[in-house]
Nanobody, 115 residues
Framework: QVQLVESGGGLVQPGGSLRLSCAASGSIFSINAMGWFRQAPGKERELVATITRSGTTNYPDSMKGRFAISTDNAWNTVYLQMNSLKSEDTAVYYC?????????WGQGTQVTVSS
């Protein structure tokens, strides 16, 4: 079992930056990949970024150059640095982990981009 707890969400002005954190606990050794997804009101959940144990990252084209995913050395925490935020980035951001073919999700953290 893996537990994920997000933090760092909040209100930010357009063009601003925000860094999300996700603390993992439980069977961390079994995690193969971690990442972030988001879901805006009335829309489906979409991929934001993923990172594997080997350090390979993946971003949709719309987020390349603005968002950056990273982890600490122990893989206890995964981060999402978000820059040049836009109103359309407003969503609930969910932390995700893949461990032994099981998907785990955090509770989500709200990010609101508004002036």
């Amino acid at each position: 079992q893996v537990q994920l707890v997000e933090s760092g969400g909040g209100l930010v002005q357009p063009g601003g930056s925000l860094r999300l954190s996700c603390a993992a606990s439980g069977s961390i050794f079994s995690i193969n990949a971690m990442g972030w997804f988001r879901q805006a009101p009335g829309k489906e959940r979409e991929l934001v970024a993923t990172i594997t144990r080997s350090g390979t990252t993946n971003y949709p084209d719309s987020m390349k150059g603005r968002f950056a995913i990273s982890t600490d050395n122990a893989w206890n925490t995964v981060y999402l640095q978000m820059n040049s935020l836009k109103s359309e980035d407003t969503a609930v951001y969910y932390c995700w982990a893949l461990a032994l073919s099981h998907n785990y999700w955090g509770q989500g953290t709200q990010v609101t981009v508004s002036s």
